[in-house]
T-cell receptor
Framework: KQEVTQIPAALSVPEGENLVLNCSFT??????LQWFRQDPGKGLTSLLL?????REQTSGRLNASLDKSSGRSTLYIAASQPGDSATYLC??????????FGKGTRLSVIA | KAGVTQTPRYLIKTRGQQVTLSCSPI?????VSWYQQTPGQGLQFLFE???????NKGNFPGRFSGRQFSNSRSEMNVSTLELGDSALYLC?????????????FGPGTRLLVL
């Protein structure tokens, strides 16, 4: 059974700090790994998608990496801002199965 | 392009009633997936439709059903509501539903069952 784990469940950092969110998955036959952001009570916003053939993707202050051999992905956020406060979810897609989500990391950036 | 839209945004029902939720995908997208999000279980896949056919189904009871119309709009129905059905229901769309596409999510419908 595919499982996606995100650690820590919650994180609080001061504004300006660089931070890393972790995601681990069990299925090595991964198609892609997606990172999403969810604001309270809202839907999901796609941040980055990494195909299985790629090792990382970057968008602005965000950088996501994928290591299939170790079953890990990280989301790096540079120079964090209070507006980055949200829950960050990773999800993996393998074969013909639907997206499997982690429980998320709730990030608070303190001004 | 307009994003994924879901209606209604909020809904309050009582146990035993039924409910229908609607999802309009991004124009040109033919795959629509539905997810249930609860604090305890997180995001769980319900089903996926592509070109009016259910292509994949999650592990939910038969009370949960869905359909897709020729314009790719999708509806999901929950019959005989239970308290545990209270959740945020999200739909997502992609052009073809392959493994190489980003999923675009709507804002969700928050269902409260009393």
């Amino acid at each position: 059974k595919q499982e996606v784990t995100q650690i820590p469940a919650a994180l609080s950092v001061p504004e300006g700090e660089n931070l890393v969110l972790n995601c681990s998955f069990t299925d090595s036959a991964i198609y892609n790994l997606q990172w999403f952001r969810q604001d309270p009570g809202k839907g999901l916003t796609s941040l980055l998608l990494i195909q299985s053939s790629q090792r990382e993707q970057t968008s602005g202050r965000l950088n996501a990496s994928l290591d299939k051999s170790s079953g890990r992905s990280t989301l790096y956020i540079a120079a964090s801002q209070p507006g980055d406060s949200a829950t960050y979810l990773c999800a993996e897609l393998s074969g013909n199965t639907p997206l499997v989500f982690g429980k998320g990391t709730r990030l608070s950036v303190i001004a | 392009k307009a994003g994924v839209t879901q209606t209604p945004r909020y809904l309050i029902k009582t146990r035993g009633q039924q409910v229908t939720l609607s999802c309009s995908p991004i124009s040109g997208h033919r795959s629509v997936s539905w997810y249930q999000q609860t604090p305890g279980q997180g995001l769980q896949f319900l089903f996926e439709y592509f070109s009016e056919t259910q292509r994949n189904k999650g592990n939910f009871p038969g009370r949960f059903s869905g359909r897709q119309f020729s314009n790719s709009r999708s509806e999901m129905n929950v019959s005989t509501l239970e308290l545990g059905d209270s959740a945020l229901y999200l739909c997502a769309s992609t052009p073809l539903g392959t493994g190489q596409e980003t999923q675009y999510f709507g804002p969700g419908t928050r269902l409260l069952v009393l």
